[in-house]
């Protein structure tokens, strides 16, 4: 059984920074895609930023120029670096993880940023 464990969530004042970190329990290069989702209080679940098979990146348009995503093969740790957060940010952030047709997920981290 895969698991995704999240770290890194937290209380943060608007325009501040936080870094989230994923560590999965089998190396990150077996998955076809990988990366983040958050959903907000009655809102769906949304795509934040994920790597695509081949290393290639999605982000969502309200993140961009502000998320970054990265990783460490050595460490099956992905990472998503946030500066800049505005109270629309504030969601349960989830690690995700695709492979084979399976979809893993974590079980989340609480990002609330304070305006």
């Known amino acids: 059984q895969v698991q995704l464990v999240e770290s890194g969530g937290g209380l943060v004042q608007a325009g501040g920074s936080l870094r989230l970190s994923c560590v999965a329990s089998?190396?990150?290069?077996?998955?076809?895609?990988m990366g983040w989702y958050r959903q907000a209080p009655g809102k769906q679940r949304e795509l934040v930023a994920r790597f695509l098979i081949g290393g290639s990146t999605n982000y969502a348009d309200s993140v961009k120029g502000r998320f970054t995503i990265s990783r460490s093969s050595a460490k099956n740790t992905v990472y998503l670096q946030m500066n800049g957060l505005k109270a629309e940010d504030t969601a349960v952030y989830y690690c995700n993880g695709v492979s084979g047709g399976n979809e893993y997920w974590g079980q989340g981290t609480q990002v609330t940023v304070s305006s």
């Open positions: 089998r190396t990150i290069s077996s998955f076809n895609a």
